[in-house]
């Protein structure tokens, strides 16, 4: 697609639901970004992928969130067993996989999924 | 250690004057790529500016302008002219090579408000 396309906007869940969380990337982008962002902060990275495989989870917070990707496309944010604390703003993000030092690998970011757990 | 700092919570900035925003970050990988994104109140992620580790001269895009000073690991951000259409949060990004895992890290931001 022309951007990188998030859904559901907006989330409101109760504690305990799981809840599973899109992105749709740009077209031909081939790493993808998933970040939280509270109110006010930067965004913190959770976890990214080249392809369809998971490069780095290490900021994923604990074994209740989970990633995928599994046809190097549309990528699923899983959390299990929601918790209040969860309760944030996702963005997801892709860049196409060009050298590091390249000005081509700008991160593209969604409008994000926003969200609360009651 | 954090790999992007930005010290600058909040800034401001009289309109038509120029602000800097301050960004420093730490690596031991020869490349990596900074960035600047700009976050208004609407909450969207938009791209400013790109300097590459190996760059040799300072990136610009229009009024944006980016102070790459590489030996004391500092990336800030220059606005000229400032307008009021310009207050927002400013976040400094750092991407790594591939051998240090290719990780794109974020600062925690500095809130710019111009003043009429």
């Known amino acids: 697609g022309a951007g990188v396309s998030q859904s559901p906007r907006y989330k409101v869940t109760k504690r305990g639901q799981d809840v599973a969380l899109r992105c749709d990337p740009i077209?031909?982008?081939?790493?993808l970004y998933w970040y939280r962002q509270a109110l006010g902060q930067g965004p913190e990275f959770l976890t990214y992928?080249?392809?369809?495989?998971?490069?780095?989870k290490s900021g994923l917070p604990n074994d209740r969130f989970s990633a995928e990707r599994p046809e190097g496309s549309i990528s699923t944010l899983t959390i299990q067993r929601t918790e209040q604390r969860d309760s944030a703003m996702y963005r997801c993000?892709?860049?196409?996989?060009?050298?590091?030092?390249?000005?081509?690998?700008?991160?593209?970011f969604g409008a994000g999924s926003r969200l609360t757990v009651l | 250690a954090q790999k992007i700092t930005q010290t600058q919570p909040g800034m401001f900035v009289q309109e038509k004057e120029a602000v800097t925003l301050d960004c420093t970050y730490d690596?031991?990988?020869?490349?990596?790529?900074l960035f600047w994104y700009k976050q208004p109140s609407s909450g969207e992620m938009i791209f400013l500016i790109y300097?590459?580790?190996?760059?040799?001269q300072n990136a610009t895009e229009g009024r944006y302008s980016l102070n790459f000073q590489k030996a004391r690991k500092s990336a800030n951000l220059v606005i000229s002219a400032s307008q009021l259409g310009d207050s927002a949060m400013y976040f400094c990004?750092?991407?790594?090579?591939?051998?240090?895992?290719?990780?794109?890290?974020f600062g925690t931001g500095t809130s710019l408000t111009v003043i009429p």
């Open positions: 690596t031991s990988d020869p490349s990596y790529g």
């Open positions: 990004a750092m991407r790594e090579g591939w051998d240090t895992g290719n990780q794109f890290y």
């Open positions: 993000a892709s860049s196409p996989l060009e050298g590091t030092s390249s000005g081509a690998n700008v991160l593209t």
């Open positions: 992928f080249n392809y369809e495989a998971q490069q780095d």
């Open positions: 300097q590459g580790s190996y760059d040799q």
């Open positions: 077209s031909g982008h081939v790493s």
